[in-house]
């Protein structure tokens, strides 16, 4: 039904009117920290997606360039600008999904938790601007440290007395991205093989290959679950010893190779932009599945963990959990328990301390 039916059959039948959400209809995404090295290809990239009726562009400078720009694009999407503080509250009213790369990077020689003292403060004044103006929103929170950033946010959204656990987010997309382009790249390699004089490409196809990763967004608490990669794959022992750090590392390996010029920012944006479509397409009744970093109890003794989850209409629909896994990666996900709760107890505090 159209929103406008639907609001004449409620208030017909004697209940509320209260307002429908134009959603389902036409979805708004916001993107605040839209001007920076993440938020500008990921603007790019929602802007092109059919399904984003309404892109609201927020950073504390620069936007309007931006907005400018992508809005001389030949898509659908309407593109608005809204900058500094004061104009906030009009870039996430109504928004269906707020997409959060605001917030400083690492340089080489830091962690993602050395990003807390700043990035803490700025998620934390989103969110509570976000509890008013729009405390339905799916929220995506790409900031690091994310293991910290999110419960930043569910803290604030609990003290408005809006907090869904249901729609928060750590976005964990690049994780994911990663290990399916180092499977695919070592699996390609493994199964090239010559056939007279030419070399046939056979076997994973990076596009179609599924690698799920549990656990947070930083260091050993990134945990890819290579024993359950699609389409199933056999690793040698070695391969898994190597495999698992590089991924864990990945983030470290392009903050390195930027030798001080940010971190990443392109293969984020596609991991983005990924992750912000499930969610309008879940928004849109099409469920979908997804890994990141939410409010779970998939695993015993922490609040938030990485698994994945199947997206729909309210956000997250079903925890999907950790699915059977090896003993190799139930040890490291047993090791990642007690460093997460340290990230989220940081957090929690901050917000509480406050
Ligand atoms: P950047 O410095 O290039 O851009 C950040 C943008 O945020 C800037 O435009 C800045 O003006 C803006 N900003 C700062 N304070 C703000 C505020 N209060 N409100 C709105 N905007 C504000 O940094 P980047 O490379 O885009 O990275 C952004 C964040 O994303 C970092 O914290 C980084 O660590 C994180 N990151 C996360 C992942 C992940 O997988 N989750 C991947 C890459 C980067
Ligand atoms: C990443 O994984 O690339 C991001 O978390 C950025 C970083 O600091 O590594």
Redesign the pocket.
């Known amino acids: 039904l159209p929103a406008k039916a639907l609001v004449q059959a409620a208030a017909n039948s004697g209940l509320r009117a209260v307002s429908v959400r134009h959603s389902s209809q036409a979805p708004k995404v916001a993107l ?8 500008q290809p990921l603007g790019l990239l929602l802007k092109q997606d059919p399904l984003v009726a309404h892109l609201a562009l ?5 936007t309007p360039g931006v907005a400018a720009d992508l809005s001389h694009i030949d898509s659908n999407a309407k593109v608005t600008a809204h900058t500094g ?1 004061k104009e ?1 509250y009009a870039a996430v009213e109504n928004a269906d999904v707020i997409v959060i ?6 340089k080489p020689g830091m962690t ?1 938790d050395d ?1 807390f003292n700043t ?1 803490a403060g ?1 998620v934390r ?2 969110a509570a601007v976000i509890a008013k103006a729009s405390p339905k929103a799916l929220i995506a929170i ?3 440290p ?1 293991n910290s950033t999110v419960p930043i946010a569910s803290e604030v959204l609990k003290k408005a007395g809006v907090y869904d656990p249901k729609r928060v987010f ?6 994911v991205v990663r290990s399916q382009a180092f499977v695919a790249e070592l699996k390609r390699l493994q199964s090239t093989v010559r056939i007279h004089t030419f070399l046939c490409f056979q076997g994973h196809d990076a596009s179609k290959t599924v690698v799920p990763v549990v656990g947070g ?1 930083a260091g050993i608490t990134i945990i890819p679950l290579l024993s359950q990669v699609t389409p199933s794959t056999k690793f040698s022992e070695e391969e898994i010893a190597k495999l698992t750090p590089r991924i864990q590392d990945a ?1 470290t390996e392009v903050v390195n190779a930027k030798a001080g010029a ?4 392109l293969s ?1 944006a596609l ?1 983005g932009a990924r992750f912000a479509n499930a969610l309008v397409r879940g928004i849109k009744g099409q469920k979908n599945v997804q890994c990141a970093y939410v409010a779970s109890d998939a695993v015993k003794g922490v609040e938030y963990f990485s698994t994945p989850v199947e997206l729909g209409p309210n956000g997250v629909e079903k925890i999907l959990g950790v699915g059977k896994v090896s003993a190799f990666e139930q040890k490291l996900i047993d090791a990642s328990v007690p460093e997460l709760n340290k990230n989220i107890a940081k957090g929690v505090a901050f917000v509480k301390g406050n």
């Open positions: 605040l920290g839209a001007a920076g090295g993440i938020g927020y950073d504390v400078v620069n503080p906030l790369p605001a917030g400083v990077p690492r993602r990003l990035n700025i004044d989103l790409i900031t690091n994310v750590g976005v964990t997309t690049l994780d967004h983030g940010g971190s990443a920012t984020m991991a």
